[in-house]
């Protein structure tokens, strides 16, 4: 790799200059990471890369003829001004936020940026922005929120459900040495085997909360056997 040291030693031949810039230039273009160049005043975009122009959708030649502003959505809009006040007031030279950028089509991608002043004292100052597009993660971090929001009702449901069930079992029992202790003629005896019924069918409707006992619950299967049941019970 051709150090700054290197270029300004007047023995390496401008060749050796060119073919790394190539290099550098490929190793730029074809990165995963969305890549793009801008003038930091102005904000003209002067430079994207391939990933950059897949993911939102311009061509190299359309990009060069927008601005940063163009690209931001309208929550991070303030963020690159937010950067050319700090780099101009404060002379930071390297940033990073999270940058909300549309596409071409109007969708909206999150991304991770880094920000990269440049210091040349030749030229306008630009600033490089490397992109990380956060689509993907955002979509596996909110699947596993929702999997232990899950996870941790149906934890409890099991906990109220074997709690239930016990209180349950201690009225069927009840219930049961009553109705051995009346006779089938008794008034009583017919509400005693509806509550008997009842109490059957609400040890039926923990089990299926709690699980199968020879392996672990599915809450969420359990959670729709008894919606459809109670829905579909006459």
Known sequence: MVTLEMRLDMKFPESVWQDQLTKFREIVDYSPLEI???????????????????????????????????????????????????????????ARSEYKIKTKTGDVV??????RVSDEADSPKRVVFFCRDLTKSKMLESE????????AIGTLAAGVAHDFNNLLMVIQKSVSLLTNDIEEGHPHHRLLKKMDQAVKAGADITRKLIGDRDGPPNTETGFRT??????NRP
């Open 36 to 94: 793009f160049e801008a003038e930091l005043i102005t904000g003209q975009l002067t430079y994207a890369n391939r990933a950059a122009q897949q993911t939102l959708g311009y061509t190299r030649e359309e990009m060069q003829r927008l601005k940063v502003v163009d690209l931001l959505a309208d929550g991070s809009k303030h963020l690159f001004a937010e950067l050319q006040a700090n780099v101009l007031v404060k002379g930071i030279k390297e």
């Open 110 to 115: 999150s991304t991770l940026t880094n920000c």
């Open 144 to 151: 596993l929120w929702k999997s232990q929001k899950m996870e």
């Open 226 to 231: 008894v919606f459809y049941d109670q829905r």
